[in-house]
């Protein structure tokens, strides 16, 4: 059994995340999300630092975004992240980005572990199933 990971950070919009029309360009927000996951695996001990020198990588298989509304230069983000694992060799994140409490964004993202030698995917390791475990 798994427990629930969840984190929030926050992120303070830069003008070079704009585009023309004065809004985050729509990429920058798997940016975000990644900045969510970095934080929240940071919170919990489990650095990508650390899954690396375990001799382990963690790629992304699969990302999903769907937009509500657009975030603007000098907007303060909530970037809230969830992590989710069902036993299977893909980790998921959920991710739902704020302003002032309105949901501008949510989406998802797929990794699975490989090793660094052969680039296979394997299951999760110890640490990382010590970690999650109640």
């Known amino acids: 059994m798994s427990k629930l990971l969840e984190h929030k950070c926050v992120f303070r919009v830069r003008y070079a995340d704009t585009d023309k029309m004065g809004i985050v360009y729509n990429g920058n927000y798997f940016t975000f999300f990644e900045t969510g996951r970095t934080e ?74 490989v090793t660094k030698e052969k680039m296979r995917p394997v299951k999760p390791p110890k640490f990382f199933l010590d970690l999650i475990s109640e």
């Open 40 to 113: 929240l695996m940071r919170h919990f001990n489990l650095a990508y630092t650390l899954v690396e020198e375990n001799g382990f990588l963690l790629p992304l298989t699969e990302a999903n975004i769907s937009y509500k509304s657009p975030a603007r230069y000098d907007d303060i983000l909530e970037i809230f992240a969830k992590l989710e694992y069902d036993n299977s060799l893909q980790i998921k994140f959920e991710y739902e980005i704020k302003i002032l409490e309105k949901l501008i964004a949510k989406g998802y993202t797929k990794h699975v572990f």
